[in-house]
């Protein structure tokens, strides 16, 4: 997916951005990221409940891949990682910004 561009794929602009960050746990992730300058694997992995540390990994790189997360490895021992929106990423704070109000006035209106 690096450098994956869509000028020449016909299709919804939406179709885009749900490739990029479609899915359960992708603009799950983007939120935690948006509401701290960074974030360990461990403490990502907190957060959300019910994800696999699998599919975490892969979700982490599907979003690394995209250039919308960055990962820096620190050589420590143990090893320390942490994951943080790159500029590209925090491009989509108005979008994820709206799709959490979004989910908060669903949960309203169910109750």
Same mark, same amino acid.
């Given at each position: 997916?690096?450098?994956?561009?869509?000028?020449? +794929?016909?299709?919804?602009?939406? @179709?885009?951005?749900?490739?990029? +960050?479609?899915?359960?746990?992708?603009?799950?992730?983007?939120?935690?990221?948006? @509401?701290?300058?960074?974030?360990?694997?461990?403490?990502?992995?907190?957060?959300?409940?019910?994800?696999?540390?699998?599919?975490?990994?892969?979700?982490?790189?599907?979003?690394?891949?995209?250039?919308?997360?960055?990962?820096?490895?620190?050589?420590?021992?143990?090893?320390?990682?942490?994951?943080?929106?790159?500029?590209?990423?925090?491009?989509?704070?108005?979008? +994820?910004?709206?799709?959490?109000?979004?989910?908060?006035?669903?949960?309203?209106?169910?109750?």
């Amino acid at each position: 997916m690096k450098n994956k561009h869509y000028r020449d +794929i016909p299709g919804c602009p939406v @179709e885009v951005a749900l490739d990029l +960050i479609g899915g359960r746990w992708k603009g799950v992730v983007l939120h935690h990221l948006l @509401e701290n300058d960074y974030l360990r694997f461990n403490e990502l992995h907190r957060r959300l409940p019910g994800i696999s540390q699998r599919l975490l990994t892969k979700q982490l790189r599907d979003l690394e891949e995209s250039g919308l997360v960055s990962r820096t490895v620190y050589a420590e021992v143990p090893p320390r990682v942490e994951y943080r929106l790159t500029e590209e990423g925090l491009t989509l704070r108005p979008v +994820i910004a709206m799709l959490a109000h979004w989910g908060e006035a669903r949960i309203a209106r169910q109750k």
